[in-house]
């Protein structure tokens, strides 16, 4: 299972619509910005999709993405439990690749 990290939430709406956030970790202080490319409400719970704003997508045209929860309180954190994460993960891959086949 993947470590849980606490971290801390900042929402900005920037030119061209697009969602980015600035993640904090709370440990180190360390400030890590992100893109949201998607989010949806599973089972009750919304996720979202996001990726580093410095990543560039693979050789092979893959990119990788984060999944986070966000809780109650507008606090977002990491998906611990290997069941929820795969049922979410699996929500986003059919969710990109169907994207991506629409753009061909």
């Given amino acids: 299972m993947a470590e849980n990290k606490n971290i801390e939430n900042e929402l900005e709406i920037t030119e061209g619509e697009s969602l980015f956030i600035t993640l904090t970790d709370e440990e180190t202080g360390e400030e890590f910005d992100f893109e949201v490319i998607g989010e949806a409400e599973i089972d009750g719970n919304v996720y979202r999709a ?3 704003v410095d990543s560039t997508a693979a ?3 893959i990119v990788e993405y984060m999944l986070v929860k966000i809780l109650d309180d507008d606090t977002l954190t990491t998906v611990d439990d290997d ?3 795969d049922k979410v993960a699996n929500y986003f891959d059919d969710l990109f690749d169907s994207e991506e086949d629409y753009d061909a």
């Fill in 59 to 61: 050789e092979d045209g």
């Fill in 50 to 52: 996001i990726m580093p």
């Fill in 83 to 85: 069941a929820e994460f």
